[in-house]
């Protein structure tokens, strides 16, 4: 058995691309909440012990308005990063969508198209077709890049002040304990 999308290498290198840089944002995501409470372990076991994307998100966006509140963060700090959250989100729809549905082809031919068929099993009505391509998949990883890498500067501003990392050196957070 074979997913028709396996028959596209570009497309299937780029899902492959997305999922990466996902887990890349998670560690990102993590690195924010330990700045929040001070500790990566505690953070870390918070972050994961939440399996809904979006219960996270609302409860780093709680964190923060807290850390307002306590003024450990400033309301300009919130105002910077949680539009940044909030996009996080969107593109979470996207990913679930591109990652978590199955695939399906044209007939052959020279122009075989790829989509990702999009089921939601409560509400038939919202059943979907996206279409996957190089270029569609090469934006949605672009825009995860550029998410993770706004709250990774956000995250890591005083250690990037403090050192010349040059672009490439600074994109991965140091790997935890």
């Given at each position: 058995?074979?997913?028709?999308?396996?028959?596209?290498?570009?497309?299937?290198?780029?899902?492959?691309?997305?999922?990466?840089?996902?887990?890349?944002?998670d560690s990102i995501l993590v690195y924010l909440w330990a700045d929040l409470v001070g500790s990566l372990a505690v953070a870390e076991?918070?972050?994961?012990?939440?399996?809904?994307?979006?219960?996270?998100?609302?409860?780093?966006?709680?964190?923060?308005?807290?850390?307002?509140?306590?003024?450990?963060?400033?309301?300009?700090?919130?105002?910077?990063?949680?539009?940044?959250?909030?996009?996080?989100?969107?593109?979470?729809?996207?990913?679930?969508?591109?990652?978590?549905?199955?695939?399906?082809?044209?007939?052959?031919?020279?122009?075989?198209?790829?989509?990702?068929?999009?089921?939601?099993?409560?509400?038939?009505?919202?059943?979907?077709?996206?279409?996957?391509?190089?270029?569609?998949?090469?934006?949605?990883?672009?825009?995860?890049?550029?998410?993770?890498?706004?709250?990774?500067?956000?995250?890591?501003?005083?250690?990037?002040?403090?050192?010349?990392?040059?672009?490439?050196?600074?994109?991965?957070?140091?790997?935890?304990?």
């Open positions: 058995m074979k997913s028709p999308i396996e028959e596209s290498p570009e497309c299937l290198a780029l899902l492959g691309t997305i999922t990466a840089r996902w887990a890349t944002l076991a918070l972050y994961f012990s939440i399996a809904s994307q979006k219960a996270r998100m609302d409860q780093l966006k709680s964190g923060i308005n807290a850390a307002v509140a306590s003024a450990e963060w400033t309301k300009a700090d919130r105002d910077a990063v949680v539009p940044i959250l909030d996009r996080i989100s969107d593109l979470w729809k996207t990913r679930n969508n591109l990652l978590h549905s199955y695939s399906v082809a044209t007939p052959d031919n020279p122009k075989r198209r790829y989509w990702a068929k999009v089921i939601r099993p409560a509400n038939k009505q919202k059943e979907r077709m996206v279409e996957l391509t190089p270029e569609s998949l090469s934006k949605h990883a672009e825009d995860v890049g550029k998410a993770g890498t706004l709250i990774f500067e956000y995250v890591w501003a005083d250690v990037l002040k403090e050192h010349s990392f040059s672009e490439r050196e600074h994109k991965t957070p140091p790997a935890s304990p």
